[in-house]
């Protein structure tokens, strides 16, 4: 009884501990999500098709794109030579993830 609630505990703090707040996506990070998704094409948040499509905060806003919402809108509806990703292949959860993570980590 007591070492039930022991492990309970535990993994709820694994769950907080790597980065938790998953509200029905599917428990990766952002950053996990963009490898397994995105970096094929935009490694490094670059653009190996076409270079002045990057990721980085300024080509973004030059292109118009300047918030999370922004970028989900791309993912759900991507220019020329981009994968589409509708909500059965990264949901709305993962997406937003994905999109902070762009904004928070290439600038
Ligand atoms: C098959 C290659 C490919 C994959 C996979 C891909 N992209 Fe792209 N992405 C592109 C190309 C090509 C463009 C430029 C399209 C255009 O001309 O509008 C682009 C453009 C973008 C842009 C606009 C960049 C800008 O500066 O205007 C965003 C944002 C973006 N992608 C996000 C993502 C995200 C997020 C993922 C993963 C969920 C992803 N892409 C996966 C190829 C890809």
Not at 41 to 48: R, V
Request: charged share 20%; glycine share 14%; hydrophobic share 35%.
């Amino acid at each position: 009884m007591v070492r039930g609630v022991v492990i309970v505990t535990l993994a709820w703090g694994v769950a907080a501990c790597s980065g938790g707040a998953d509200r029905g996506g599917s428990g990766l990070s952002g950053g996990e999500l963009f490898l397994r998704h995105c970096s094929g094409c935009h490694p490094e948040g670059g653009n190996s098709k076409y270079p002045q499509k990057s990721l980085d905060r300024f080509t973004l806003a030059a292109n118009g794109i300047h918030t999370a919402e922004d970028i989900v809108a791309t993912m759900r509806n991507p220019g020329q030579g981009m994968t589409r990703f509708d909500r059965q292949t990264i949901g709305d959860a993962d997406a937003r993830k994905i999109a902070d993570y762009i904004l928070a980590t290439f600038r």
